[in-house]
C-alpha cells in the first residue's frame, strides 16, 4: 500500500467516525418533524397548526394561525440566530436539547410607542413528545428584561396532535 493509500483510507475512517458519532448523538434525541394541529374543543379549534422540519444542525418552526403563516429556523448547536418573532418584531433565537425536551428561545425588541424606549420580550418554549410521538406538548414561559413593573408569565400548556405516522 501507498503512503497515498494509506492517507485515503486514514481520512475516510475519520470521516466516518465523525458521520457515525453525529448521527449517535442525534439518535437519543426525538425527531419533532412533521404536522400537527393544536388539539382543543371543537368551538375553539381556530385551525391553528405547526409544520416542523428537524435536522441535527437546526429545527425550522412554522406556526399556522388564522390562515397567517410564520416561520422560525432555531440552530440546535446553543448558537443565536437572527429571526422574526411570531408578532415580526426581529430578534434571535436558539434552541438546544435538555434531555428529550426540546427549549427553543428567542429574544425581541420592539417599540410599543414610537417615543418609547425599546423593551425586549423573552420567550421561552419547552416542547415535549409523548411515548408514542404522537401529542406534542409544548409549555411557554415569557419575561420581559427591561420593564420592572411588568412581570414574567407563563402560559397554559398547548397540546398539539401529529398528523400523519411519527
Not at 441535527?56 to 388564522?66: A, H, K, L
Not at 422574526?84 to 425588541?109: N, R, Y
Not at 415535549?128 to 404522537?134: E, G
Request: glycine share 8%.
Amino acid at each position: 500500500m501507498s503512503l497515498r493509500q494509506g492517507l485515503l483510507l486514514f481520512l475516510g475512517a475519520v470521516a466516518s467516525i465523525m458521520i457515525f458519532a453525529r448521527v449517535g448523538l442525534a439518535a437519543g434525541q426525538p425527531n419533532y418533524s412533521g404536522k400537527y394541529s393544536l388539539k382543543a374543543p371543537k368551538s375553539k379549534h381556530d385551525g391553528s397548526s405547526l409544520e416542523v422540519a428537524q435536522t441535527p444542525e437546526s429545527i425550522e418552526v412554522t406556526t399556522v394561525d388564522q390562515g397567517n403563516r410564520t416561520t422560525i429556523r432555531y440552530p440546535l448547536d446553543g448558537s443565536k440566530a437572527e429571526c422574526s418573532a411570531p408578532q415580526g418584531a426581529s430578534g434571535t433565537c436558539t434552541g438546544h436539547f435538555s434531555g428529550k425536551e426540546l427549549i427553543l428561545e428567542w429574544t425581541a425588541v420592539a417599540l410599543s410607542r414610537p417615543d418609547a424606549k425599546p423593551t425586549r420580550t423573552h420567550r421561552v418554549d419547552r416542547w415535549s413528545l409523548s411515548k408514542d410521538a404522537r401529542k406534542l406538548t409544548i409549555e411557554t414561559h415569557f419575561d420581559f428584561p427591561d420593564l420592572t413593573a411588568m412581570t414574567a408569565g407563563d402560559s397554559s400548556p398547548k397540546v398539539y396532535v401529529r398528523l400523519g405516522n411519527p
